[in-house]
């Protein structure tokens, strides 16, 4: 009896931990971002089929096309942004 209430007792601590984790990052999101440098926006998300979506995401100047679904996040193309030239 006291093993089942020390994994229940457990599991509750570690899904609060995550609950907890959670709010504070979405709380603090924004001053993230802006310590680490890292500037992203997600542009357009299209549902291709039940279980995948194609998602448009600029990060730092760049744009990618990511494929999301069952197996994860892939990188379908990135493209660079144009280099300025100097005459």
Known sequence: MTTSMTYLLS???FVGGLAVVAL???RY???LQAKFGVQS?????VQVTPQAR???VEVEGMTVLC???RDGITAMQ???PPQ???V
């Open 84 to 86: 300025e030239r100097t």
């Open 11 to 13: 599991t509750g601590i």
């Open 78 to 80: 990135i493209v660079q």
């Open 29 to 31: 999101r924004d001053r």
């Open 41 to 45: 926006a997600v542009r357009s998300i």
């Open 24 to 26: 504070l990052l979405l």
């Open 67 to 69: 494929a999301l679904g």
């Open 54 to 56: 194609l998602a448009l």
